[in-house]
């Protein structure tokens, strides 16, 4: 099993930054990506970046140019540096764990941390 705690939601006005961390804990070796996705009222839950443990990274268009994902394998955390917020990236906020190297394949998700842009 893994766990993720997550940290760094809050309310911030447009053009403001925040970093989103967070932290894995159980069976860390088995996790074969890390990332960050995001669901906004009455929208489908989105992917909005991740990372693999040797450092591939995804991210989506609309993330591109504005927050860099980064993660620290001796700590077992992953962060995402969100810059240049948009009324749009409010959401929810998850971090998400990917485990496919053990059946079944399945992923963990974080608690969720609430993002909010005020214009």
């Known amino acids: 099993q893994v766990q993720l705690v997550e940290s760094g939601g809050g309310l911030v006005q447009a053009g403001g930054s925040l970093r989103l961390s967070c932290a894995a804990s159980g069976s860390i070796s088995s996790i074969n990506a890390m990332g960050w996705y995001r669901q906004a009222p009455g929208k489908q839950r989105e992917l909005v970046a991740d990372?693999?443990?040797?450092?591939?990274?995804n991210y989506a268009d609309s993330a591109k140019g504005r927050f860099t994902i980064s993660r620290d394998n001796a700590k077992n955390t992953v962060d995402l540096q969100m810059n240049s917020l948009k009324p749009e990236d409010t959401a929810v906020y998850y971090c998400n764990a990917a485990v496919r190297t053990r059946w079944p394949p399945r992923d963990y998700w974080g608690q969720g941390t609430q993002v909010t842009v005020s214009s």
């Open positions: 990372i693999t443990r040797v450092g591939s990274i």
